[in-house]
């Protein structure tokens, strides 16, 4: 069955970089996007970009200078890089995936904090 | 950007009561629009897709309907499960957008 799985450091320290990986199964990421969601502490979705099945990538315009979005293939794993953070930046980090953007990872939190 | 707006932020309801959030999209997306529930805790979790299709595995107390550029999701007949937040997701074109949520509570 499809699976996702989001990893990475619980703390980041302000003004370094995020590295989180999506770690899929039960699928390929040859046939389906895979997106990144983010979300603040007791606040709303934020959709920050997406991997598509074809390689080819989108982001939030918001986000867009700071963000990476890339894939190992062989590896069934997509990585987010998100530079220059701040506080709030904290959030939890969900990786997300189906044809109905029906199958979610059970998030990462990540505190930004000196 | 597509924006969608999405009212109410909060909602009281009694237990059995009908239920209806909106969401208004700045413009045309078609169908393109999902429904979520999210509990605390949780990742969200899809409830409708393209608008008006019932998730497998959703009770049928769920349904969507749209018109134009307005969503509605209602829930008939309101269960203690059904506390949860609600969002709205348009993905018709990137960037994809969500509404701001609505939290359901029990009056």
């Known amino acids: 069955q499809v699976q996702l799985k989001e990893s990475g450091p619980g703390l980041v320290q302000p003004s370094q970089t995020l590295s989180l990986t999506c770690t899929v199964s039960?699928?390929?990421?040859?046939?389906?996007?895979v997106h990144w969601v983010r979300q603040p502490p007791g606040k709303g979705l934020e959709w920050m970009g997406r991997m598509r099945y074809n390689g080819d990538t989108s982001y939030n315009s918001a986000l867009k200078s700071r963000l990476s979005i890339s894939r190992d293939t062989s590896k069934n794993q997509v990585f987010l890089k998100m530079n220059s953070l701040q506080t709030d930046d904290t959030g939890t980090y969900y990786c997300?995936?189906?044809?109905?953007?029906?199958?979610w990872g059970q998030g990462v939190m990540v505190t930004v904090s000196s | 950007d597509i924006q969608v707006t999405q009212s109410p932020s909060s909602l009281l309801a009694s237990l059995g009561e009908r239920v209806t959030i909106t969401c208004q999209t700045s413009q045309s997306i078609s169908n393109n629009l999902n429904w979520y529930q999210q509990k605390p805790g949780q990742a969200p979790m899809l409830l409708i897709y393209?608008?008006?299709s019932l998730q497998t595995g959703m009770t049928s107390r769920f349904s969507g309907q749209y018109s134009g550029r307005s969503f509605t999701l209602t829930i008939t007949s309101l269960e203690p499960e059904d506390i949860a937040n609600y969002f709205c997701?348009?993905?018709?074109?990137?960037?994809?957008?969500f509404g701001s949520g609505t939290k359901l509570e029990i009056k």
């Open positions: 997300s995936t189906g044809h109905y953007f029906d199958y």
């Open positions: 039960g699928f390929s990421l040859t046939s389906y996007n």
């Open positions: 393209y608008a008006t």
């Open positions: 997701l348009q993905h018709y074109s990137a960037p994809l957008t």
